[in-house]
């Protein structure tokens, strides 16, 4: 059976990582139009440059919790028949164990240069304007997608939430398009669709099932019960 789980900032959460709406609108003390848009970047690079390489250097800092290691056994269990498409930029996912994931938002553990389109991985800072290691010039950004551009491997997804019998949703409040649109589109495909989330998301009323609780508990509950 082919399953797409779609997950969000919640999934992180129990890891330590801060979700980005459950801080009272702003989002480590910043406001978003200033550190997660190009203008931003524009008006104050910086900023942003300081932003994003605190939360690169944080990842060091938290470890994969027991819904990301639920994902990884799923993953073993199901294989090229499961996809997991991430609205984080974290790298949680991949430390533990998966290796089918799709970062439609981007990663902090990438760069991209915005003269040649060089998307290394990159764990140090941005601040100190480094070179390219494609072209040598310092034009390097967080490859992350800010609000106004176009998320990554859309095509690939959108294939893969109209080909899947399941769509599960983990830990996103379904406040940013086009990732909140994937459980409408999965349900007019003709699949289940599945929302574990701490509380109500704002696509909610779009899933067959709802469960209610923190993710580190409704992941594994959920894969037990799937592989059985
Ligand atoms: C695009 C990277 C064009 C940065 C992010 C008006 C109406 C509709 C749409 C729009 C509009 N105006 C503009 C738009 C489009 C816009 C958008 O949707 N805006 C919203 C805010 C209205 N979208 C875009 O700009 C996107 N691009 O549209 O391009 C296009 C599109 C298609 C084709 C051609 C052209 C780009 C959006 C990407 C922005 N970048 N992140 C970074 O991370 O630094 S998005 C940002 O929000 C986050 O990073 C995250 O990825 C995303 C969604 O947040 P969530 O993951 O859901 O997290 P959140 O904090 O919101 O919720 C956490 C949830 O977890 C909560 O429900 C909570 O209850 C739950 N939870 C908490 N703890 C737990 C838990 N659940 C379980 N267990 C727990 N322990």
């Known amino acids: 059976m082919r399953v797409v789980v779609l ?21 480590e003390g910043h ?23 605190a939360r690169r250097r944080g ?19 199901l294989g090229e028949d499961l996809l997991v498409v991430t609205q984080n930029v974290d790298d949680l996912h991949e430390r533990a164990g998966s290796h089918r994931v799709v970062h439609m938002h981007g990663e902090l553990r990438r760069a991209r240069c915005e003269v040649c389109g060089a998307r290394p991985v990159w764990d140090a800072d941005l601040l100190d304007a480094p070179p390219c290691p494609a072209c040598g ?8 997608v800010w609000f106004g551009e176009v998320p990554y491997e859309l095509g690939l997804i959108d294939r893969a939430v109209t080909g899947c019998a399941l769509f599960v949703a983990v830990g996103t409040s379904g406040a940013v398009y086009p990732a909140a ?20 998301s704002a696509v909610s009323r779009y899933f067959d099932e709802v469960r209610t609780g923190p993710a580190a508990q409704l992941v594994p509950q959920w894969v037990a019960e799937l592989v059985g």
């Open 59 to 77: 990842l060091a800092l938290v470890e994969p919790n027991p819904a990301h290691q639920a994902l990884a056994a799923l993953e073993d269990a």
């Open 31 to 53: 406001d978003v139009e200033d550190v997660a848009t190009p203008e931003g970047f524009a008006r104050d690079p910086e900023l942003v440059h300081r932003f994003y390489d």
């Open 137 to 144: 010039r310092a034009t390097l950004r967080p490859d992350v």
């Open 181 to 200: 649109g994937y459980v409408a589109l999965a349900a007019s495909s003709g699949a289940r669709t599945l929302e574990l989330n701490l509380g109500p």
């Open 7 to 27: 997950t969000g900032a919640g999934i992180s959460a129990e890891s330590g990582v801060a979700t980005f709406r459950d801080s009272d609108g702003l989002w």
